[in-house]
């Protein structure tokens, strides 16, 4: 039978023989996750001052720099709540530290945040290994002091639990649930969307609605397929989730050409507030003007914030269901493509604030058609004017022999 001393002595040797295995094994983990996930481990590579020096490499483990968080403040978010206890214990150094590393080392950012899943690589590590800490701190107090040294651990560690939960999770929280539609909207909106749009037609839609259409064969990630954007496992898709890089809107002809090209046949688009990656904010809304200004797309029904357009449709029917104003349209002076993408910038914003448009659009036509000032503008404003309102004054009388 071992002796104690000797027993220590090969499990710490044992120990060490396995850590270069634990290494590899965390690798291959984390190929397989990324392989899994995104289908692009070498999309990502070890931070550049790791090829410098020790010293640089030790710099980038403690100042590493989050997506949202400065640099340094993810170890400190990491640990603080454990109150730094799990650094005491050899099961860290084993276990933790190599997912750690990995993580602080490399230059996709979005590996160092909380809120996603990297940390969960890390996180059941420290917890697991807080109780050979406990030990080992335990034996820093002469045996008099235990039962002091003892009170002093567990309130150390309870206050620093207590106060990293309350600065830290209610702010992450919000941040990854700001975006989350309430059931019951999301349950309207999973219901208009299936009566508007059949289930075997291809549709491009915003994060939060691609959920609702997913059941299809064909479905697109908006702006896609008319602008690849955080599309398919590639080193460029990595780059734009982590926000190194953004793709900026196409230029409107650019985007008008590519939509005749792609035949996709249903578009929705979402004017409130809500998830609009792989594009920023006004990227989105600048392409979603853009498409709402192209005529291979019509709208074909507007309800709340939502707006659904169809290849093929009517497109200047579309524009009175989204609100535009026709006498806005053919009265002004400056061009017909300025002033329609000023009336539907106008309607866009109406549906941000959700205010109601001109949502009777055939009583709006009526008024403008009786009106000695809309009969005006029609007759003495340019040709390209007056075939406009003639393309409205078609539309509206369709619409009736179809109604």
Not at 162 to 176: C, I, K, L, M, N
Not at 370 to 393: C, E, H, I, K
């Given at each position: 039978m071992l002796k104690p001393a000797k027993w220590k002595i090969r499990l710490n040797l044992g120990a060490a023989k396995s850590l270069p295995i634990f290494i590899g094994a965390d690798e291959v983990r984390l190929i397989f996750i990324f392989r899994a996930g995104l289908a692009c481990f070498e999309g990502t590579s070890i931070h550049p001052s790791l090829h410098l020096s020790p010293f640089d490499a030790i710099k980038a483990l403690i100042f590493c720099e989050g997506h949202f968080t400065q640099p340094g403040a993810y170890p400190m978010l990491l640990f603080a709540p454990f109150a730094f206890f799990p650094l005491f214990s050899g099961v860290f150094a084993l276990f933790a530290l190599p997912n750690y590393a990995v993580l602080a080392l490399s230059d996709w950012k979005a590996m160092r945040e909380l809120g996603f899943q990297h940390a969960s690589l890390i996180a059941p590590w420290l917890a697991a290994s807080l109780p050979f800490a406990f030990s080992k701190l335990q034996r820093l107090m002469d045996e008099k002091w235990q039962t002091q040294w003892r009170k002093v651990l567990v309130a150390t560690f309870s206050l620093c639990l207590?106060?990293?939960?309350?600065?830290?999770?209610?702010?992450?929280?919000?941040?990854?649930h700001s975006n989350i539609m309430p059931k019951e909207e999301a349950e309207q909106i999973r219901s208009f969307l299936s009566e508007v749009i059949p289930l075997d037609a291809s549709v491009s839609a915003p994060s939060q609605l691609v959920p609702h259409l997913a059941h299809r064969k064909e479905v697109y990630l908006f702006p896609n397929p008319f602008q690849r954007a955080g599309y398919g496992p590639s080193p460029t898709t990595l780059k734009q989730l982590d926000g190194r890089l953004w793709v900026k809107p196409l230029k409107v002809k650019v985007l008008h050409k590519r939509m005749k090209e792609k035949a996709v046949e249903y578009i929705v688009l979402k004017a409130g507030r809500q998830n609009t990656w792989p594009l920023k904010p006004d990227y989105y809304e600048q392409t979603a003007i853009g498409v709402l200004t192209c005529e291979s797309y019509g709208v074909l029904a507007v309800k709340g914030d939502l707006v659904v357009l169809k290849r093929g449709e009517d497109f200047w029917l579309g524009l009175m269901k989204l609100g535009v104003s026709m006498y806005q349209l053919a009265g002004q002076e400056e061009g017909n493509q300025r002033s329609l993408e000023q009336g539907i910038k106008e309607a866009w914003e109406r549906l941000k604030e959700g205010r109601e448009g001109n949502g009777k659009w055939t009583n709006i036509l009526a008024c403008r058609l009786?009106?000695?000032?809309?009969?005006?503008?029609?007759?003495?404003?340019?040709?390209?004017?007056?075939?406009?309102?003639?393309?409205?004054?078609v539309s509206f009388r369709n619409a009736l022999q179809r109604s």
């Open positions: 207590v106060v990293s939960f309350f600065r830290y999770v209610p702010h992450t929280y919000q941040h990854f009786g009106s000695w000032r809309y009969w005006r503008d029609f007759v003495f404003n340019r040709w390209d004017n007056f075939s406009l309102a003639g393309r409205m004054v």
